[in-house]
C-alpha cells in the first residue's frame, strides 16, 4: 500500500489550497482517511478524519479547512482556505485500511509542505 500526497507549496496568507491524497495498492476496505500536519518545532497533530464516502465533508482549524474523501479514486482531500502563517506545516495524509492480505493497518504518506508567506 502506498499513500502519495500532492498539491503542496507555497501560498500567501488570504489564500487557498487544495491537497490530495491517493491510496494505492491491492486495498479491500477503508476504514478511515485523515490529515495531519506537523509545524517545525512542534508534535504531529490531527486535523480532521474523513469516515465516510463521498460528499461527507468535515470543518476543522476554526472552519478554515476541510477535509473529504471519495472512495471510487482511493482519495482524501484538504481544502485549505484563509490560509495563515501558522498553517505553515508538513501536512501528512494516513489511512486506516485493510488489503486482501492483511487486516485494518495504519500507513502513512510521505508527507507535504506547505508554506504560507505573510
Known amino acids: 500500500v502506498q499513500l502519495v500526497e500532492s498539491g503542496g507549496g507555497l501560498v500567501q496568507a488570504g489564500g487557498s489550497l487544495r491537497l490530495s491524497c491517493t491510496a494505492s495498492?491491492?486495498?479491500?476496505?477503508?476504514?478511515?482517511m485523515a490529515w495531519h500536519r506537523q509545524a517545525p518545532g512542534k508534535e504531529r497533530e490531527l486535523i480532521a478524519a474523513?469516515?465516510?464516502?463521498?460528499?461527507a465533508k468535515v470543518d476543522s482549524v476554526e472552519g478554515r479547512f476541510t477535509v473529504w474523501r471519495d472512495d471510487r479514486k482511493r482519495t482524501v482531500y484538504l481544502q485549505i482556505h484563509n490560509a495563515k502563517p501558522i498553517d505553515t506545516a508538513v501536512y501528512y495524509c494516513?489511512?486506516?485500511?485493510?488489503?486482501?492480505?492483511?487486516?485494518?493497518?495504519?500507513?502513512w504518506g510521505q508527507g507535504t509542505q506547505v508554506t504560507v508567506s505573510s
Open positions: 494516513r489511512a486506516h485500511l485493510s488489503t486482501y492480505s492483511t487486516d485494518l493497518t495504519t500507513y
Open positions: 474523513a469516515i465516510t464516502n463521498y460528499d
Open positions: 495498492g491491492s486495498i479491500r476496505y477503508i476504514d478511515e
